[in-house]
T-cell receptor, first 112, second 110 residues
Framework: DVKVTQSSRYLVKRTGEKVFLECVQD?????MFWYRQDPGLGLRLIYFSYDVKMKEKGDIPEGYSVSREKKERFSLILESASTNQTSMYLCATRGQGRYEQYFGPGTRLTVT | SQQGEEDPQALSIQEGENATMNCSYK?????LQWYRQNSGRGLVHLIL?????REKHSGRLRVTLDTSKKSSSLLITASRAADTASYFC??????????FGKGNQVVVIP
C-alpha cells in the first residue's frame, strides 16, 4: 500500500512566520502535489512536482513555494504566513502513467 | 479551474439504505474518479471510470458515467455507519491535474 505521511496533523503559527510543511511517500511515485482545502471552496492545487527539482504552479501558488530535493519528499513553504493561509493542507502522490492520487492525512494549519 | 461539480447536497440515510450522489462536469474527459474523505482526514481513491465506460462496480460501489450529459453518479448500496464521509468526484485536466468538486456529505445513521 502507498503510504503518504505529513509532518504534522495540527500546526499553529503566528503571522509573518516561515512555515514548512513536509510530505514523505514510500512508493517511488514521480508526481507529488500540494492542495489546500477550505469550506465551500473544495480542494485547490497549490503546486505539484513531476520529478526531483521540477515543479509547476497550480491554481493558487501565490504566497507559497515548494522544494523537492529527493524523490520521496515534497515540502511546502509559506515564506511569511498570513491569516488567510489558515487551512487544511493535503499532500498527494501519483505514479507515472496512473490517474489515481494517494493522499496524506492532512495538516490543519492555523495562522494567528 | 473546477471541472467536477457534485450536486451539492448533504444526505442523511439509515444504515442499510442506498446512497446516491451526482457529479457534473464541463469539458470532455478521459476519465472521472471518485474519492472519499472521512472527517478531518485525507482523501481515499474509490474508483475510476474511463470515458468509454458507462458503468463500473467495485464492491458496494456502482459508478455510472453519461458523457452526453457530462454527468456521473455514485451509488453506495447497503450503507454502513463507516460510509459516513464526504464524497468527491474529480476530473483530469491539463498536465494530469485533478479538478475536484465541492463534495457531498453523507451521514449514515446506525
Amino acid at each position: 500500500d502507498v503510504k503518504v505521511t505529513q509532518s504534522s496533523r495540527y500546526l499553529v503559527k503566528r503571522t509573518g512566520e516561515k512555515v514548512f510543511l513536509e510530505c514523505v511517500q514510500d512508493m517511488d511515485h514521480e508526481n507529488m502535489f500540494w492542495y489546500r482545502q477550505d469550506p465551500g471552496l473544495g480542494l485547490r492545487l497549490i503546486y505539484f512536482s513531476y520529478d526531483v527539482k521540477m515543479k509547476e504552479k497550480g491554481d493558487i501558488p501565490e504566497g507559497y513555494s515548494v522544494s523537492r530535493e529527493k524523490k520521496e519528499r515534497f515540502s511546502l513553504i509559506l515564506e511569511s504566513a498570513s491569516t488567510n493561509q489558515t487551512s487544511m493542507y493535503l499532500c498527494a502522490t501519483r505514479g507515472q502513467g496512473r490517474y489515481e492520487q494517494y493522499f496524506g492525512p492532512g495538516t490543519r494549519l492555523t495562522v494567528t | 479551474s473546477q471541472q467536477g461539480e457534485e450536486d451539492p447536497q448533504a444526505l442523511s440515510i439509515q444504515e442499510g439504505e442506498n446512497a446516491t450522489m451526482n457529479c457534473s462536469y464541463k469539458t470532455s474527459i478521459n476519465n472521472l474518479q471518485w474519492y472519499r474523505q472521512n472527517s478531518g482526514r485525507g482523501l481515499v481513491h474509490l474508483i475510476l471510470i474511463r470515458s468509454n465506460e458507462r458503468e463500473k462496480h467495485s464492491g458496494r460501489l456502482r459508478v455510472t458515467l453519461d458523457t452526453s450529459k457530462k454527468s456521473s453518479s455514485l451509488l453506495i448500496t447497503a450503507s454502513r455507519a463507516a460510509d459516513t464521509a464526504s464524497y468527491f468526484c474529480a476530473t483530469t485536466y491539463g498536465n494530469n491535474r485533478l479538478a475536484f468538486g465541492k463534495g457531498n456529505q453523507v451521514v449514515v445513521i446506525p
